[in-house]
C-alpha cells in the first residue's frame, strides 16, 4: 500500500504538522466519487482545509477538497487547529514531500453556514430566468402548433402551473398581492413545516408555485424528457438573485417551442427551463439569509399573467432598524421591477421612515413617465388619506443605475 507524506507548515506559530496519507484514494468519504486531489495540489495552488477533531479522542483530520486526511503534529507542544477552523493554504513544495503554508485562519465555520455554501454551489450554475418557461407555458396553454403531440399528462401539469399564476389586475388588491406572495414558492418549506405542526391551512400548498413546478419537472422525466440534451444556445442568462445592490426587470421571453418541430425536444426544452426556475427559485431563497440582522432583506420575483403572456415582477422588501437604538424610526422600503414588453421596464421604490412616505417611479418609456407624472398629484392624496407625510414623489426617465449605499454581501465564496 502506498504512503505519502505531507508537512503542514503552521505560521505564525511556526508548529510543523506533520500529515500521512495511506491510500490516498481511500481517504475520501464513504461512497464519495471524488478523485484524490494530490495530483493537482501544484506549487503556488491556493487550498482551502477544514480541520475535524474527534470529540472523545482529540484525532485530528484535515477535510482537503472533500476529502478527509488523517494528521498528526510533528511539534507536540502545538494543539494544532480546533475543530471546525477553517485554513486558507498555499502550496510550497511538492517533492519530496508536499509541504503547505497557511495564509490565514477562521472560526469554525458552523452547520448552518456549510449547508448554505454547500446549496449555493449546487444551485447557482444551473440557475436561469423563468421567462422562458413562462413563454413555453403560455404557448402550450394556448394548444399551438406541437402542443398536441406532447403527453396528456404533461400539457396537464403545465396548464395547472400555468392558471396558478397570479394575474396582474388583481394585485393591486393587498390581499391578493400578500396571497400571490405566500404562493410564490419561497416559502414553500416554511408553509410545509408548518402544515406539517398544523400551524397553516394545507390549501395554501395545492397552488404553490415552487411545488407545481417541481411536479411538471417530476412529470416531464416520466415521460422520457432529458434536461441536458436540452440544446443549451437558448438558455436565457440572468443576472443571480441577491437581495442587495441595484433590482432590475429580468426581460420577458418569446417561446422556444416555436423553432423546435420534435416533440421529445420540446420536452427536454421544458424540462431543462423548468430545472432552470427551480434552481433560480432555491437560489433566491437561499440568498434571502439576512447577513446583517438588523437589517433585513427578502427578494421576491413572482410569475403574473396578463392574458395570453406572463412576466416576471420582482419585489424587494427592506426593513432597517439599525438607527432605532439612536433615536431614530425603523425604515421600510418596498421595491418592484418588471418588464412590460415593448415600453420596457417599470421600477417603484416606496420608502416610510416612521409616517414618512417617499415614492420614486422610474420606467424606460418616456411616455410612461409622462403618464406617471400626469397621475402623481392622485398618488399623493391617496397618501395623505391615508395618514401619511408626504416626503417626495417623482418620476424619472431610466432604471436605476446603482444604489451607492448598498450593502456588501457575499453571495458565493469557492476556493480550490
Known amino acids: 500500500m502506498k504512503q505519502f507524506t505531507l508537512e503542514f507548515v503552521l505560521t505564525p506559530s511556526g508548529g510543523i504538522m506533520r500529515i500521512d496519507l495511506v491510500d490516498f484514494r481511500g481517504t475520501s468519504p464513504a461512497g464519495s466519487s471524488t478523485p484524490s486531489l494530490l495530483s493537482e495540489w501544484r506549487v503556488g495552488a491556493l487550498l482551502q482545509a477544514v480541520a475535524v477533531r474527534d470529540a472523545a479522542s482529540g484525532q485530528l483530520w484535515l477535510d482537503i477538497g472533500g476529502q478527509r486526511h488523517s494528521a498528526r503534529l510533528a511539534n507536540g507542544n502545538n494543539a494544532g487547529p480546533a475543530n471546525g477552523e477553517v485554513l486558507q493554504v498555499r502550496v510550497l513544495r511538492n517533492s519530496p514531500v508536499l509541504a503547505l503554508e497557511t495564509l490565514s485562519s477562521a472560526r469554525p465555520v458552523s452547520a448552518d453556514a456549510t449547508v448554505v455554501a454547500d446549496a449555493m454551489r449546487r444551485f447557482v450554475p444551473r440557475q436561469e430566468s423563468a421567462a422562458l418557461m413562462l413563454a413555453n407555458l403560455s404557448w402550450l396553454a394556448q394548444g399551438k402548433h406541437g402542443a398536441a403531440q406532447l403527453p396528456k399528462a404533461v400539457t396537464q401539469a403545465a396548464t395547472q402551473l400555468w392558471q396558478a399564476l397570479p394575474d396582474a389586475d388583481s394585485l393591486s388588491d393587498p390581499k391578493t398581492l400578500a396571497s400571490a406572495i405566500q404562493r410564490s414558492g419561497a416559502f414553500l ?119 395570453d403572456r406572463a412576466s416576471m415582477l420582482r419585489l424587494r422588501i427592506e426593513h432597517d432598524g439599525s438607527r432605532k437604538d439612536s433615536g431614530g424610526g425603523d425604515s421600510w422600503s418596498v421595491e418592484a421591477a418588471m418588464d412590460l414588453g415593448p415600453v420596457g421596464a417599470l421600477h417603484a421604490k416606496v420608502t416610510l421612515t416612521g409616517h414618512r412616505v417617499g415614492v420614486q417611479l422610474r420606467a424606460e418609456s418616456p411616455g410612461i413617465v409622462n403618464a406617471l407624472s400626469a397621475r402623481a398629484g392622485e398618488l399623493e392624496a391617496i397618501l395623505r388619506d391615508a395618514g401619511l407625510e408626504i416626503d417626495r414623489i417623482v418620476c424619472l426617465h431610466g432604471m436605476p443605475a446603482g444604489d451607492t449605499g448598498a450593502r456588501a454581501a457575499r453571495l458565493l465564496d469557492v476556493r480550490a
Open 189 to 307: 418549506e416554511a408553509n410545509l413545516a408548518d402544515t406539517s405542526r398544523g400551524l397553516a391551512d394545507p390549501k395554501v400548498l395545492v397552488n404553490d408555485l415552487k411545488a407545481l413546478m417541481l411536479t411538471l419537472s417530476r412529470t416531464l422525466r416520466e415521460h422520457g424528457a432529458r434536461p441536458h440534451a436540452a440544446h443549451s444556445e437558448s438558455a436565457m442568462n440572468a443576472p443571480v438573485p441577491t437581495a442587495r445592490g441595484p433590482l432590475a426587470a429580468l426581460n420577458a421571453a418569446p417561446a422556444t417551442f416555436s423553432m423546435i418541430e420534435a416533440a421529445d425536444q420540446q420536452l427536454n426544452e421544458l424540462a431543462r427551463q423548468t430545472d432552470g426556475a427551480i434552481a433560480r427559485l432555491t437560489t433566491t431563497q437561499i440568498g434571502n439569509a439576512a447577513p446583517d440582522p438588523s437589517v433585513q432583506a427578502m427578494l421576491v420575483e413572482l410569475p403574473v399573467r396578463h392574458e
